[in-house]
């Protein structure tokens, strides 16, 4: 890189610290810290919460899907299905949640079931996102300190750095705010990247033509199959409820809304436009191997992994690094750290909500003051654990990523039932509910050991059905009395979503057909 992309650089990350600096002035309460005060706008939380989701994780794990892994292709689309549907379901859920005035999500399981329950699935929510924070920090690091030819060490402090100070600065309001300028930034750089691509991918579409293939009826029961058509849309449906919904992190976002219809406006616009960006992805991931075909040697260029084989997740970095010019090379790095730190910001500060909330403000008798000053500490306490994991990540095993990922598999269906039974039927108890959850996880955990064939997707389904199940088996044989309360949906929300799922489903529907013409 030149002197020059250093300079772009530089610019971003000190106008993220001036940003959190100015934004965090009149902070004085946890309200403040945690939710914004309430006064953040729908349509900046609506994309910080995109812009979480779209993490580098996606921008370099989708193009390489898409574009070169055996079996991928534009099958990555179908996990788009489920996000209108888990919206839909989720105006359902959490609208309760939103009314009960909590910081912490799950601060509403102890008003609805009891503390156990609030203290169970706030431990998780610790143990699972700290981990996985530490795991993209050593991703995102590794990454960027090869593009920018720097050690790891160097990126680990720089990306980190940055992050946990405006993050602890600027609180809630730096986060959201930061997030909208980094979804700018990375929709940008991707732009920039489709740009450069048109041509080869034009050319060459022909011969890339069978990537285009974007459904595959498969049940993925027996197969090991993660993508088929059906565990995408079933398990991806309950996966998107359970982490919208349930996951702190993200329902931090909607907890900071002003209001019960300011939340409704914020699932709409996360129905609606998550897809076309996950969509620029994969005509990226595309694009990319149409300019494989047409410059050979831009493969053997990658880096190897410990197998010998070429490193596909650096595709786009390696094309970015090879073909922008300069500054345009330091704005596409730029991207980089904005989708990392988009991600990475949200995960820290819902670390100390939960850490604050649900052990240190529910157990000592600390003053608002103290309490505030406590959650900055919380922040940087959580981000230094995440620096020092980081460095440990490569020692544990070579799949840890993948393991993460079905320990949340694994927990999301149950985590669901959990809030399933607070807001709908809270009669049925916190020990029937614990116990449903508990037994959740341990049928995941045995299908994981010994149904390898049955994709980790289903995890998802099988795990809220059992919980669900064993709670009302429980209740029933105690003769519990069941007072559903099933709260309206506004018809135009449910026809907007609904017709965004069509939408998608009939792009999906075009692709396969010119892939097959």
């Given at each position: 890189?030149?002197?020059?992309?250093?300079?772009?650089?530089?610019?971003?990350?000190?106008?993220?610290?001036?940003?959190?600096?100015?934004?965090?002035?009149?902070?004085?309460?946890?309200e403040?810290?945690?939710?914004?005060?309430?006064?953040?706008?729908?349509?900046?939380?609506?994309?910080?919460?995109i812009?979480?989701?779209?993490?580098?994780?996606?921008?370099?794990?989708?193009?390489?899907?898409?574009?070169?892994?055996?079996?991928g292709?534009?099958?990555?689309?179908?996990?788009e299905?489920?996000?209108?549907?888990?919206?839909?379901?989720?105006?359902?859920?959490?609208?309760?949640?939103?009314?009960?005035?909590?910081?912490?999500?799950?601060?509403?399981l102890?008003?609805?079931?009891?503390?156990?329950?609030?203290?169970?699935?706030?431990?998780?929510?610790?143990?699972?996102?700290?981990?996985?924070?530490?795991?993209?920090?050593?991703?995102?690091?590794?990454?960027?300190?090869?593009?920018?030819?720097?050690?790891?060490?160097?990126?680990?402090?720089?990306?980190?750095?940055?992050?946990?100070?405006?993050d602890?600065?600027?609180?809630m309001?730096?986060?959201?705010?930061?997030?909208?300028?980094?979804?700018?930034?990375?929709?940008?750089?991707?732009?920039?990247?489709?740009?450069?691509?048109?041509?080869?991918?034009?050319?060459?579409?022909?011969a890339?033509?069978?990537?285009?293939?974007?459904?595959?009826?498969?049940?993925?029961?027996?197969?090991?199959?993660?993508y088929?058509?059906?565990?995408?849309?079933?398990?991806?449906?309950?996966?998107?409820v359970?982490y919208?919904?349930?996951?702190?992190?993200?329902?931090?976002?909607?907890?900071?809304?002003?209001?019960?219809?300011?939340?409704?406006?914020?699932?709409?616009?996360?129905?609606?436009?998550?897809?076309?960006?996950?969509?620029?992805?994969?005509?990226?991931?595309?694009?990319?191997?149409?300019?494989?075909?047409?410059?050979?040697?831009?493969?053997?260029?990658?880096?190897?992994?410990?197998?010998?084989?070429?490193?596909?997740?650096?595709?786009?970095?390696?094309?970015?690094?090879?073909?922008?010019?300069?500054?345009?090379?330091?704005?596409?790095?730029?991207?980089?750290?904005?989708?990392?730190?988009?991600?990475?910001?949200?995960?820290?500060?819902?670390?100390?909500?939960?850490t604050?909330?649900?052990?240190?403000?529910?157990?000592?008798?600390?003053?608002?003051?103290?309490?505030?000053?406590?959650?900055?500490?919380?922040?940087?306490?959580?981000?230094?654990?995440?620096?020092?994991?980081?460095?440990?990540?490569?020692?544990?095993?070579?799949?840890?990523?993948?393991?993460?990922?079905?320990?949340?598999?694994?927990?999301?269906?149950?985590?669901?039932?959990?809030?399933?039974?607070?807001?709908f039927c809270?009669?049925?108890?916190?020990?029937?509910?614990?116990?449903?959850?508990?037994?959740?996880?341990?049928?995941?955990?045995?299908?994981?050991?010994?149904?390898?064939?049955?994709?980790?997707?289903?995890?998802?389904?099988?795990?809220?059905?059992?919980?669900?199940?064993?709670?009302?088996?429980?209740?029933?044989?105690?003769?519990?009395?069941?007072?559903?309360?099933?709260?309206?949906?506004?018809?135009?929300?449910?026809?907007?979503l609904?017709?965004?799922?069509?939408?998608?489903?009939?792009?999906?529907?075009?692709?396969?057909?010119?892939?097959?013409?």
């Amino acid at each position: 890189m030149t002197t020059i992309d250093w300079l772009v650089i530089v610019l971003y990350l000190a106008g993220m610290l001036g940003l959190a600096f100015y934004l965090g002035r009149r902070q004085t309460s946890r309200e403040d810290y945690y939710l914004g005060g309430h006064r953040l706008p729908g349509w900046a939380l609506a994309t910080s919460i995109i812009a979480t989701q779209c993490s580098t994780n996606s921008l370099l794990g989708a193009p390489a899907f898409v574009g070169f892994v055996i079996g991928g292709g534009m099958l990555w689309l179908q996990y788009e299905l489920a996000v209108p549907l888990a919206m839909l379901l989720l105006c359902f859920l959490f609208l309760p949640i939103s009314r009960s005035g909590v910081i912490s999500v799950y601060a509403y399981l102890e008003q609805r079931l009891g503390l156990a329950s609030r203290l169970l699935a706030s431990a998780c929510f610790l143990f699972f996102r700290g981990v996985a924070t530490g795991v993209t920090v050593y991703g995102v690091a590794s990454v960027i300190g090869l593009v920018a030819d720097i050690s790891f060490n160097t990126s680990v402090f720089l990306l980190m750095g940055i992050t946990v100070a405006y993050d602890a600065l600027g609180g809630m309001r730096a986060v959201v705010i930061s997030d909208v300028v980094q979804m700018l930034l990375l929709v940008a750089a991707v732009l920039l990247a489709l740009f450069w691509l048109a041509d080869p991918l034009i050319g060459h579409f022909d011969a890339i033509s069978a990537r285009s293939h974007t459904l595959v009826n498969d049940w993925g029961l027996t197969s090991g199959n993660s993508y088929g058509f059906w565990p995408m849309l079933f398990g991806g449906l309950f996966l998107y409820v359970a982490y919208y919904g349930c996951d702190q992190s993200q329902a931090q976002r909607l907890l900071s809304a002003e209001s019960e219809s300011e939340t409704r406006h914020i699932l709409l616009l996360n129905g609606v436009l998550r897809f076309p960006l996950v969509f620029a992805y994969c005509l990226v991931g595309l694009g990319l191997a149409a300019y494989a075909l047409e410059h050979p040697d831009f493969i053997d260029s990658l880096p190897l992994t410990d197998a010998g084989a070429p490193n596909y997740n650096l595709v786009f970095p390696a094309f970015v690094t090879r073909e922008f010019g300069v500054g345009l090379t330091g704005l596409a790095i730029v991207g980089l750290f904005a989708a990392a730190m988009s991600s990475i910001d949200s995960a820290l500060n819902s670390l100390s909500a939960s850490t604050v909330e649900d052990f240190i403000a529910r157990f000592t008798p600390l003053s608002e003051r103290q309490l505030f000053l406590g959650s900055k500490l919380a922040t940087l306490a959580w981000g230094s654990f995440a620096i020092l994991f980081s460095f440990q990540v490569e020692h544990i095993a070579p799949t840890v990523l993948e393991a993460i990922n079905k320990v949340g598999s694994m927990a999301n269906g149950p985590l669901l039932a959990l809030f399933t039974i607070a807001v709908f039927c809270p009669a049925l108890g916190q020990r029937a509910a614990i116990t449903g959850f508990l037994c959740g996880l341990g049928l995941n955990l045995a299908l994981w050991l010994f149904l390898p064939g049955v994709s980790w997707l289903w995890w998802n389904v099988f795990g809220l059905v059992a919980a669900l199940a064993i709670a009302l088996a429980i209740a029933a044989g105690r003769r519990v009395q069941l007072d559903l309360h099933i709260p309206a949906l506004p018809r135009r929300l449910a026809w907007q979503l609904g017709g965004m799922s069509i939408l998608i489903l009939g792009v999906c529907l075009a692709m396969q057909a010119v892939a097959e013409r």
